[in-house]
């Protein structure tokens, strides 16, 4: 089989690594990919928002399976598009994303909400808003206690939730949302919601529309510093699994969560494929949605692959084709840590083009190196952004984990590295 997977960040590189050498794999085609995935298959060069021109990609070169990385182009209606092209064509090509329909559970806040409560599914109280309902507005602020949570209804790069400690702020934020100065038209709706208060982590399910299983939980650290202080970025770490998530609270998630979002998506006439990535917040042993989303997250993809002992092909040809009661996922059991190395400034102004020496990645000691943004120049690796690499390595528990991925951090170097030295710590607490 042919396989052409959208993306080019650290977690396409951990797809990559994963969907090379299963067996069934004739070639892997990354687009646009990175110097890492140019190690397991052929980087190409499309025009992702053109979807047009990604399935004359998949004809021309035999495709039978589509991949998308990140939520652009699946909220933008690929799989929809692809899945109906190809049917008039008579051409078989799957796509192990949702439809455009339930890719909104991330495209929208508001739709992710009213969803939620259509479904009874235990998330946070809130209320949306538009420019012109600042009277409204304050009423429903009035019934909250700060901080509040301001939400861009649309999507903006993970950046579109501001947390505020007064009144007066709210409705500042509020207004610069909603004229679109702030995040532009992903502003013109905000979800208000109370705010939860507990330790947050994401569950990621598989689904084909029929059937669907949990796949593993994590934990994702935000925040630039130590302590989660600073900025919001992409992500600088991730722990898979969370040893909160146990047994226990794993059944409180499937059962008030993960059944009715499934079932309810099912009974609404349209059935989820794909990862489904669930933001948690666990309040005092009970579990709320902060978020869904609709694809694999980016770092923890980059923990819980390497744990992952069922051939990725498998899962993901089995999601596109209505396959997955045949499939059992099997996952190491020992703890994967994931740390971030950025470059010095991010999430601010960065410098790019800083020359990246790399020792050799060892799968063979439960230890890897994925790319994010690098790039190869005449043969010489550079930083070609802020999130750099993303270092993994599984160990008997999260403290040996951490060790051994900071062992292999420090033996990468370029300018202004940066990363976070207390991921997972808080974890320790639970163990
Ligand atoms: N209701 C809430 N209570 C407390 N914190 C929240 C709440 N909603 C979101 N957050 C915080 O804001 C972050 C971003 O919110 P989220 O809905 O995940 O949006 P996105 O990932 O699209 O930016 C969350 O990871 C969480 O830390
Ligand atoms: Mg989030």
């Known amino acids: ?18 969907i090379h050498g299963c067996i069934g794999l004739e070639s892997l085609y990354i687009s646009p990919g990175n110097p890492g995935t140019a190690e397991f298959g052929t980087n190409v060069t499309l025009d992702l928002t053109d979807f047009s021109a990604v399935y004359a990609f998949c004809k021309e070169k035999n495709i039978s399976l589509v991949v998308p990385g990140n939520e652009v182009p699946l909220v933008a209606g ?12 008579g051409f078989t090509l799957g796509v192990s994303g949702p439809s455009t329909w339930c890719a909104q ?43 509040y949570v301001l939400k861009a209804d649309g999507l903006a790069a993970g950046k579109g939730v501001i947390i505020t400690h007064s009144f007066q702020e709210a409705c500042e934020t509020l207004e610069s949302m909603t004229n679109l100065t702030l995040f532009g038209k992903a502003g013109a709706r905000v979800v208000i919601e109370e705010f939860l208060q507990g330790i947050e982590l ?31 970025t992409g992500g600088m770490g991730a722990i898979s699994p969370v040893p909160f998530a146990d047994k226990e609270f794993m059944e409180k998630v499937k059962s008030r969560i993960l059944i009715p979002s499934f079932e309810g998506l099912k009974a609404e006439g349209h059935p ?30 980059e923990a819980i692959f390497p744990r992952l002992k069922t051939p990725l092909i498998d899962i993901l040809y089995a999601m596109a084709s209505r396959g997955l009661n045949t499939i059992s996922i099997d996952l190491d059991s020992r703890t994967a840590a994931s740390i971030f190395l950025v470059s010095g400034g991010y999430p601010g102004e960065i410098c790019k083009g800083e020359v990246i020496t790399l020792p050799r990645s060892l799968p063979e000691k439960d230890q890897w190196i994925f790319h994010a943004s690098t790039t190869l120049e005449k043969g010489i690796l550079k930083t070609n ?25 420090n033996q990468i170097s370029f300018n202004n590295k940066f990363n976070r030295t207390d991921i997972g710590l808080d974890l320790l607490y639970f163990t």
Request: glycine share 10%; hydrophobic share 40%; proline share 3%.
């Open 78 to 89: 690929i799989t929809d598009y692809l899945t109906l092209e190809a049917k008039k064509d």
């Open 105 to 147: 559970l991330e495209g929208s806040k508001e739709f992710s909400k009213e969803f939620m409560f259509r479904h009874a599914i235990p998330t946070a109280r809130y209320a949306s808003f538009c420019q012109g309902q600042m009277d409204e507005a304050k009423l429903f602020l009035h019934t909250l206690t700060p901080p």
């Open 1 to 18: 089989m042919n396989i052409l997977l959208l993306g080019s960040g650290g977690r396409e590189h951990a797809f990559a690594l994963k």
């Open 385 to 409: 952004g802020g999130r750099v690499i993303a270092v993994t390595s599984l160990g008997k528990d999260i403290k040996h984990a951490l060790e051994r991925s900071n062992s292999l951090a």
């Open 272 to 301: 989820y494929t794909g990862f489904l990535f669930v933001g948690l917040m666990n309040v005092g042993g009970d579990p709320f949605v902060i978020e869904y989303n609709v694809r694999m997250g980016d770092p923890e993809t």
């Open 202 to 232: 994401s569950v990621f399910a598989i689904s084909d529309g029929d059937t669907w299983q949990v796949l593993a939980s994590a934990k994702d650290y935000k925040r630039i510093f130590d302590n989660d202080l600073g900025l919001n």
